[in-house]
């Protein structure tokens, strides 16, 4: 492959702020420096120590860390007997200052829809869902699938599955009844978990529909659990369907249920990848390590005291819901925020007048969440008092630095740090990412791997990169965190992930290392175009297309050309008061070719109301490309979109330039 240049030489840097420092658990470059050296020299020691500090275990471990990349095999705490459950909910019973403290404060989208568990409140839940699962005859070991809505039910039933011992298997309640069968029939589910529907935007999504249409052609469902959103009577349409409102007439369930003792290695969940790059896959995490990683990094990572409030808007069905929102501030005592509704209803200050409203201190978005702000909303932040806020996130797709600089001065005001966070749903929790009060920042980097961590860059030789010579990104070693397996696969696992760099895990991600050794994340190895020659990143490119003041949102793909081979086909999304126009297409490509060279010409802009994304706020550039190459029918799975309806209409607008 030829040499990839990297477009992006961003210079700012962005020091932690001092005030919050001294409570910090991490406080300086020094304390990380000596932390992260213990922690590659000792592993054992390192994940030892804080297994103990976090979680509660029935019984300690036999062995520490083990693993055997050529074999796609590891294990931690093997032999540590713990619940999941347990931790997130009975020790803190103990706690006469966490026992009656909020848990979780949900928000619907109208505000008369308000509820707030204590910590008692949701173990008390948690445990008469258990003994109604129980009741059904679910055993440890079974599937349960959760197709919800984002609603306190859905973590009450994931903590109730990991209390029996139970696989809980979350699938993000927008996706399509084909998406929910093909899940539950790779699963091999039981029980599916479900309700009536859900409100969007003042209108009523049904749910149920799908749920039945579903399990019409799932044999292996026993029984199907619906619980009452809309506080209307609810009609089932097939003999397997209970409701959740007559199970809790039986006094029965309200009793104490005990916790399975858990192996660290027994499976805690399977979650189906978002599919942004084709078949979702089942990738399943264990009880021991995967809890120790997810407590870890949140109070590392986001510097997470019992007194804090986060909030992560979006699906239940993925991961950072299960590490970030479910997980970890449960585990630590903390307050989980939760909200059912969409970010602009039913006005654009929405999520800001939740922030303040409910004290939100960390606060977790996507750059996509982050752009949608800057096209239409820019303002609207400004209107409520953020002052609570303390850590701001991000998660999900490389930052453009316009935004990342964008967020920490409207969102953050300048006073607070921005952790963009780099991980993966098979990492379990963060790999790469600042320590709020410890890293300085550059605004696209995700700065330092975290202690435990080792991540290597390689060419396609499997020779070391080069400084600022970006290749594949890859870690060395495990950490506790690390997926297990694809449910029903393990060739494909260890062909995936262990096969093109042996001994090595392989994220699939490209990256380079600056020399002060900070990361720089710039996607997957398919979101490179070649043009002249030259390998680009669309990531990059993208950023540049952002930094100019009319564009909102880019994506950037490759579009096969008889002559050049390839060429660069952007679409553009315009800021508010921006309207699509020759003259600014010449503008934006005379943008381009100075900020990155005379040769680096995009062929076609097309001007766009949205982009295709994933709910978790990916753009999928599969179907881009597929568009941009002239093909408008077999573009494959489109069930994981949040917008399947902007396809039809980009299609539209490619027939229109063409
Ligand atoms: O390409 C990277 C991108 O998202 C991928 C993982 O996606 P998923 O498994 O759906 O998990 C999302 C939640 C962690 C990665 O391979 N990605 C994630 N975080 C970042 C990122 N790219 C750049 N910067 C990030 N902070």
Same mark, same amino acid.
Request: net charge negative; charged share 25%.
């Given at each position: 492959?030829?040499?990839?240049?990297?477009?992006?030489?961003?210079?700012?840097?962005?020091?932690?702020?001092?005030?919050g420092?001294d409570?910090?658990?991490?406080?300086?470059?020094?304390?990380?420096d000596?932390?992260?050296?213990?922690?590659?020299?000792?592993?054992?020691?390192?994940?030892?120590e804080?297994?103990?500090?976090l979680?509660?275990?029935?019984?300690?471990?036999?062995?520490?860390?083990?693993?055997?990349?050529?074999?796609?095999?590891?294990?931690?705490?093997?032999?540590?007997?713990?619940?999941?459950s347990?931790?997130?909910?009975?020790?803190?019973?103990?706690?006469?200052?966490?026992?009656?403290?909020?848990?979780i404060?949900?928000?619907?989208?109208?505000?008369?829809d308000?509820?707030?568990?204590?910590?008692?409140?949701?173990?008390?839940?948690?445990?008469?869902?258990?003994?109604?699962?129980k009741?059904?005859?679910?055993?440890?070991?079974?599937?349960?699938?959760?197709?919800?809505?984002?609603?306190?039910?859905?973590?009450?039933a994931?903590?109730a599955?990991?209390?029996?011992?139970?696989?809980?298997?979350?699938?993000?309640?927008?996706?399509?009844?084909e998406?929910?069968?093909?899940?539950?029939?790779?699963?091999?589910?039981?029980?599916?978990?479900?309700?009536?529907?859900?409100?969007s935007?003042?209108?009523?999504?049904?749910?149920?529909?799908?749920?039945?249409t579903?399990?019409?052609?799932?044999?292996?469902?026993?029984?199907?659990?619906?619980?009452?959103?809309?506080?209307?009577?609810?009609?089932?349409?097939?003999?397997?369907?209970?409701?959740?409102?007559?199970?809790?007439?039986?006094k029965?369930?309200?009793?104490?249920c005990?916790?399975?003792?858990m192996?660290?290695e027994?499976?805690?969940?399977?979650?189906?990848?978002?599919?942004s790059?084709g078949?979702?896959?089942?990738?399943? !995490? @264990?009880?021991g390590? &995967?809890?120790?990683? #997810?407590?870890?990094? %949140?109070?590392?990572?986001? /510097?997470l005291? *019992?007194?804090?409030?986060?909030?992560?808007?979006?699906?239940?069905?993925?991961?950072?819901? !299960? @590490?970030?929102?479910? &997980?970890?501030?449960? #585990?630590?005592?903390? %307050?989980?925020?939760?909200? /059912?509704?969409? *970010?602009?209803?039913?006005n654009?200050g929405?999520?800001?007048?939740?922030?303040?409203?409910?004290?939100?201190?960390?606060l &977790?978005?996507?750059?996509?969440?982050?752009?949608?702000?800057?096209?239409?909303?820019?303002?609207?932040?400004?209107?409520?008092?953020?002052?609570?806020?303390?850590?701001?996130?991000?998660?999900?797709?490389?930052?453009?630095?316009?935004?990342?600089?964008w967020?920490?001065k409207?969102v953050?005001?300048?006073?607070?740090?921005?952790v963009?966070?780099?991980?993966?749903?098979?990492?379990?929790g963060h790999?790469?990412?600042?320590?709020?009060?410890?890293?300085?920042?550059?605004?696209?980097?995700?700065?330092?791997?975290?202690?435990?961590?080792?991540?290597?860059?390689?060419?396609?030789?499997?020779?070391?990169?080069?400084?600022?010579?970006?290749?594949?990104?890859?870690?060395?070693?495990?950490?506790?965190?690390?997926?297990?397996g694809?449910?029903?696969?393990?060739?494909?696992?260890?062909?995936?992930?262990?096969?093109?760099?042996?001994?090595?895990?392989?994220?699939?991600?490209?990256?380079?290392?600056?020399e002060?050794?900070?990361?720089?994340?710039?996607?997957?190895?398919?979101?490179?175009?070649?043009?002249?020659?030259?390998?680009?990143?669309?990531?990059?490119?993208?950023s540049?297309?952002?930094?100019?003041?009319?564009?909102?949102e880019?994506?950037?793909?490759?579009?096969?050309?008889?002559?050049?081979?390839?060429?660069?086909?952007?679409?553009?999304?315009?800021?508010?008061?921006?309207?699509?126009?020759?003259?600014?297409?010449?503008?934006?490509i005379?943008?381009?070719?100075?900020?990155?060279?005379?040769?680096?010409?995009?062929?076609?802009?097309?001007?766009?109301?949205?982009?295709p994304?994933?709910?978790?706020?990916?753009?999928?550039?599969?179907?881009?490309?597929?568009?941009?190459?002239?093909?408008?029918?077999?573009?494959?799975?489109?069930?994981?979109?949040?917008?399947?309806d902007?396809v039809?209409?980009?299609?539209?607008?490619?027939?229109?330039?063409?």
């Amino acid at each position: 492959m030829t040499k990839i240049e990297s477009l992006l030489k961003d210079e700012r840097i962005f020091y932690p702020p001092q005030e919050g420092k001294d409570l910090a658990y991490i406080k300086s470059r020094y304390q990380y420096d000596k932390i992260y050296d213990y922690s590659l020299k000792d592993p054992d020691g390192f994940w030892t120590e804080r297994a103990k500090e976090l979680i509660t275990w029935f019984r300690y471990w036999d062995r520490t860390c083990y693993w055997d990349f050529n074999k796609a095999e590891i294990r931690f705490f093997e032999g540590g007997k713990l619940n999941a459950s347990y931790n997130c909910l009975d020790r803190h019973l103990l706690n006469p200052h966490v026992k009656n403290k909020a848990a979780i404060i949900w928000q619907g989208e109208h505000d008369r829809d308000l509820r707030v568990y204590t910590y008692q409140m949701l173990h008390d839940e948690v445990c008469r869902f258990a003994n109604i699962l129980k009741s059904l005859g679910v055993k440890k070991g079974d599937r349960v699938v959760i197709y919800m809505p984002t609603m306190p039910e859905v973590i009450a039933a994931m903590l109730a599955c990991a209390r029996i011992g139970a696989i809980h298997v979350v699938v993000y309640g927008g996706l399509s009844a084909e998406a929910l069968k093909s899940r539950i029939l790779d699963a091999g589910a039981k029980i599916l978990i479900t309700a009536d529907g859900t409100y969007s935007g003042g209108r009523r999504i049904n749910l149920l529909n799908n749920a039945e249409t579903a399990i019409a052609q799932c044999e292996c469902i026993e029984k199907y659990i619906v619980i009452n959103r809309f506080g209307e009577e609810i009609t089932l349409s097939d003999k397997r369907g209970l409701l959740f409102d007559e199970l809790i007439k039986n006094k029965e369930f309200e009793k104490y249920c005990p916790c399975e003792e858990m192996d660290a290695e027994d499976i805690l969940f399977i979650l189906y990848t978002s599919g942004s790059t084709g078949k979702p896959k089942g990738i399943y !995490h @264990t009880t021991g390590g &995967y809890l120790v990683y #997810a407590a870890h990094t %949140t109070q590392w990572v986001f /510097d997470l005291r *019992p007194e804090d409030i986060i909030w992560r808007p979006g699906a239940v069905g993925w991961i950072t819901f !299960h @590490t970030y929102v479910v &997980y970890s501030p449960l #585990a630590l005592g903390a %307050t989980v925020f939760i909200y /059912d509704g969409l *970010p602009d209803y039913p006005n654009p200050g929405r999520w800001w007048e939740l922030v303040d409203r409910f004290k939100v201190t960390i606060l &977790y978005l996507t750059p996509t969440n982050i752009r949608a702000f800057m096209k239409e909303r820019e303002d609207w932040p400004a209107k409520y008092d953020l002052s609570t806020l303390r850590i701001l996130g991000t998660v999900g797709e490389p930052i453009n630095p316009e935004v990342w600089i964008w967020y920490h001065k409207n969102v953050g005001k300048g006073r607070i740090p921005v952790v963009d966070t780099w991980w993966q749903t098979e990492t379990g929790g963060h790999l790469i990412s600042p320590l709020p009060y410890t890293i300085p920042q550059k605004p696209g980097s995700v700065t330092l791997p975290l202690p435990g961590i080792e991540p290597v860059i390689f060419r396609d030789d499997g020779t070391s990169a080069d400084i600022n010579e970006s290749g594949h990104l890859c870690i060395k070693g495990a950490w506790p965190g690390i997926a297990r397996g694809l449910w029903g696969d393990s060739e494909k696992f260890k062909e995936i992930y262990f096969s093109r760099f042996p001994g090595y895990y392989f994220t699939g991600d490209q990256a380079r290392v600056d020399e002060d050794g900070y990361f720089w994340i710039m996607g997957r190895l398919d979101d490179v175009i070649s043009v002249s020659g030259y390998l680009i990143r669309t990531s990059e490119l993208e950023s540049v297309f952002v930094a100019h003041s009319a564009v909102a949102e880019a994506a950037v793909v490759g579009m096969p050309h008889e002559i050049k081979g390839e060429v660069i086909y952007a679409y553009i999304v315009l800021k508010d008061g921006f309207q699509p126009s020759e003259e600014l297409k010449k503008n934006l490509i005379q943008h381009i070719t100075k900020e990155i060279g005379p040769l680096v010409i995009p062929e076609v802009i097309q001007f766009v109301n949205d982009l295709p994304k994933t709910r978790s706020g990916k753009i999928m550039r599969r179907i881009l490309r597929k568009v941009a190459a002239g093909v408008y029918d077999d573009l494959g799975d489109k069930s994981t979109l949040a917008n399947p309806d902007v396809v039809e209409k980009i299609i539209q607008g490619r027939k229109e330039i063409f």
